[in-house]
C-alpha cells in the first residue's frame, strides 16, 4: 500500500491542501480505475449455483456494459445513464461515512449530506466512460465468494485477459464487497484489489486531511469540489 501522507502543520497555503488531495488521488485513482474496468467488461458465464451475491455482481457487470455499448445514446445521456447506474450499485453515502471515520460523529447532519454529495461525484468522475471495449479488452469472471455474515459476502473474482476463468500471471484478483441498504437491496459498499481495500485506503487519507486541517470536513468537501470542476 501507498505510503501514509506525512503530517503538516494546519496553518498551510492551499497549495498545501492541494497536494494532500492530490497524494490521495495518486492512490486511489488507480484502483478505480482497475474497477471501472471491471464494470466496464462483460462477464463470462459465472460457474453453476451461484449465490445471490455473486448473481448480484455479474447481473451489474452486464448492465453497466450494456449502457456503455448502447450506440443510440448521446454521450451526455450515456453519462447520465451509467451515473444512474453507479449509484443504484455502489453505496457511496455508506462508503463516504465510513471513510470520514470518527469524524462523522461530530459532525451535523448538514456537513455529512454535502460531504457524501461531494465524495460521491469526486468517485464518480474516476470512472472513465471512454474504455477500450474491444475484443481483447480484459474481462472478469466471478471465482466465488465468502459470507462474513447474512448481510455481508465478499464476492471474488479474477480481472484480466480473454478467458479469466483460466488463471494467468497477469490477472488481477478483485473482490467486490456487498451488503444491504436499508430497503434490503444487495449494493457493493467496497472492492478490494489485490487484497488492499478501496475504502480503507480513502479512510486513511481522509484522516491524514482532516488531521491536518482541524477536522474542517467542508474544508474537505470543498477540495474535492474543486478537483471534480477541474477534470
Not at 5 to 21: D, K, M
Not at 71 to 95: C, P, V, Y
Not at 116 to 140: C, E, K, R, T, W
Request: charged letters at 20%.
Amino acid at each position: 500500500m501507498a505510503r501514509k501522507l506525512r503530517a503538516e502543520g494546519t496553518s498551510r497555503s492551499s497549495t498545501t491542501n492541494s497536494s494532500v488531495i492530490c497524494a490521495y488521488s495518486r492512490m486511489v485513482v488507480p484502483a478505480f480505475f482497475a474497477a471501472a474496468t471491471a464494470l466496464f467488461t462483460p462477464m463470462p458465464a459465472a460457474h453453476a449455483a451461484a449465490t445471490p451475491a455473486e448473481t448480484f455482481v455479474q447481473q451489474s457487470v452486464s448492465k453497466g456494459f450494456g449502457i456503455l455499448k448502447d450506440g443510440s445514446l448521446t454521450k451526455q445521456e450515456r453519462t447520465n445513464q451509467f451515473r444512474a447506474f453507479l449509484r443504484s450499485t455502489i453505496d457511496f453515502k455508506r462508503i463516504a461515512v465510513f471513510a470520514l471515520g470518527s469524524y462523522a460523529q461530530k459532525a451535523s447532519d448538514k456537513q455529512v449530506d454535502e460531504f457524501v454529495n461531494a465524495f460521491s461525484d469526486y468517485l464518480m468522475s474516476m470512472f472513465h466512460l471512454d474504455q477500450d471495449q474491444s475484443p481483447g479488452a480484459p474481462a472478469i469472471a466471478v471465482t466465488g465468494s465468502t459470507t462474513r455474515s447474512a448481510d455481508d459476502v465478499i464476492v471474488n473474482a479474477s480481472l484480466g485477459g480473454a478467458d479469466a476463468s483460466s488463471p494467468t500471471a497477469g490477472q488481477v484478483k478483485i473482490a467486490f464487497r456487498v451488503r444491504k441498504n436499508s430497503a434490503g437491496n444487495d449494493m457493493i459498499v467496497d472492492i478490494l484489489l489485490g487484497g488492499v481495500s478501496v475504502a480503507v485506503t480513502q479512510r486513511d487519507e481522509f484522516s491524514s486531511f482532516l488531521q491536518q486541517h482541524g477536522g474542517n470536513i467542508a474544508q474537505l468537501s470543498a477540495e474535492l469540489e474543486r478537483r471534480v470542476a477541474a477534470g
